[in-house]
């Protein structure tokens, strides 16, 4: 049987760790290479790096510490921010990456999922997918470039779709619960479930091995979190020993 | 010095493998070059874009026959997920495409009602007395053996049933799963398996 799996996630910009609520306020957490390794010898089961930069310099930075993390680890890393066309994609896997994460670029363009993984091959291809709630009625719609655009779309719907065009998994992430602590959006993670047959990694609220217990029992196959990790409250192996305490299956 | 060909499948991703086993002390290089695959002392089949895609490859820079040499004649080989299904019959994955037949045995579909893909850890057993170490694997499949070959030692998983996550003869090595993003376990296991074919490795080797 599958594990469930934690996956620590690194906000990088021009090749430092930075964090803060929905982008805002972003303030320095230290060295990738130095956090990867430190979270590896945690017993993090997979590494998210998400690029926060915003320019040619920042990107290519990005390529750099991609690489430099790939030496270190000897466990599976998932980069995305920014991969607009296959190019962006080929280079960073190049680079380490064993998985590329997709957001605004498919949604603006849905034919760069199957583009993709036709090329390299469905497990190498994320979909990065932002959900809001609708203000004033139930469901969630799509968020894209950085939270400043909302799409006419339903995210369980567009989850499904994405599945139907090559993606292998979804990195689904509650743009009201991020960086709020209070819990992931299990109500969302139920929905996109329903409608999905790839694994879900939940993404937005996690503070602790009880919110992380719900994600799981909503449909989640592995949750992403942050500032928890960043900030030292707890360690991956902490977590892992709750959750297993808690009836969950982890790798120990 | 030791050499080791990393065999070039246009569309893989080798960086991941190739760190792994910068890490155990080798030198991998890249190449598409049969002659060079041949003459290597370590040589690796890592996964590809498809069934068909790499058989298509294989047989279009003639290394399909010196794949098939070096697992027949027992010399050193690790064949990595799509690598590993290579050596089967065929697979539902590209219906009409012969593989490479070293096992006598079809890949076939996880059944449904299983996620698919199989991502994330899972946990590897021994079959029998076979010699390997049991440990969690990371795996990232859709399709897999679920019978073992004759003749050659075992390791399983469940997802969905058993299935064949490892099988190993001579100094050949086959993982269903990523022994290259199978953390500290995935590293010994690579590191046992390049020390049984007569190569130190790092650790081992005196600094």
């Not at chain 1, 930075?18 to 010898?41: H, I, N």
């Not at chain 2, 096992?103 to 076979?130: L, S, Y």
Request: aromatic share 6%.
């Amino acid at each position: 049987m599958l594990t469930k799996r934690i996956i620590p996630c690194l906000d990088v910009k021009d090749g430092r760790v930075v964090k803060g609520v929905k982008f805002q306020g972003l303030r320095d957490a230290g060295d990738p290479v130095e956090r990867a390794a430190e979270y590896e010898r945690q017993g993090a089961d997979e590494l998210v790096i998400l690029d926060v930069s915003a320019t040619p310099e920042g990107r290519a930075n990005a390529v750099e510490t991609v690489a430099a993390v790939r030496s270190v680890l000897s466990i599976p890393l998932t980069v995305g921010g920014g991969v607009r066309k296959f190019e962006d994609a080929e280079r960073l896997l190049a680079a380490g990456a064993d998985k590329v994460g997709i957001n605004t670029a498919a949604v603006d363009r849905p034919e760069l999922l199957t583009e993709l993984s036709e090329r390299v091959g469905r497990q190498c291809v994320v979909l990065s997918l932002d959900a809001a709630r609708h203000k004033g009625r139930d469901g969630w719609g799509i968020v894209t470039k950085s939270g400043t655009e909302r799409k006419h779309m339903e995210a369980p719907d567009w989850a499904a779709e994405a599945e139907r065009r090559g993606a292998g998994e979804i990195l689904l992430t509650s743009w009201d619960r991020d960086g709020t602590r209070e819990g992931y959006d299990t109500e969302l993670i139920a929905a996109v479930s329903a409608q999905c047959g790839i694994p879900i990694i939940a993404s937005g609220g996690g503070n602790g091995a009880h919110h992380m217990t719900e994600a799981f029992a909503a449909g989640a196959d592995a949750v992403l979190a942050a500032s928890i990790f960043h900030d030292g409250d707890t360690t991956v192996g902490v977590i892992k020993a709750k959750l297993a305490a808690e009836g969950v299956e982890v790798r120990t | 010095m030791t050499t080791t060909a990393i065999i070039a499948t246009g569309v893989a991703n080798t960086a991941s493998v190739a760190a792994a086993l910068r890490r155990v002390g080798l030198d991998p290089r890249v190449t598409a070059d049969p002659s060079q695959v041949e003459s290597a002392d370590l040589a690796v089949l890592p996964g590809v874009g498809s069934f068909g895609v790499g058989m298509a490859m294989l047989s279009q820079t003639r290394n399909d026959r010196v794949v098939v040499e070096r697992i027949n004649a027992g010399r050193p080989l690790l064949a990595v997920c799509l690598g590993m299904q290579l050596f089967g019959t065929c697979s539902d994955e590209s219906p009409g495409v012969a593989g490479l037949s070293v096992v006598p045995n079809p890949v076939t579909a996880f059944p449904e009602g299983v996620r698919t893909p199989q991502f994330g850890w899972n946990r590897v057993v021994r079959v029998d007395d076979a010699r390997f170490t049991e440990g969690y694997a990371y795996f990232a499949n859709s399709f897999r053996f679920t019978k073992a070959p004759e003749g050659w030692e075992v390791a399983a998983a469940d997802h969905g049933g058993k299935f064949i996550a490892a099988m190993q003869r001579g100094h050949t090595l086959a993982c269903q799963f990523h022994p290259e993003l199978s953390g500290a376990w995935g590293l010994g296991l690579l590191r046992n398996w390049v020390e049984r074919c007569g190569v130190k490795t790092k650790e081992t080797a005196p600094c």
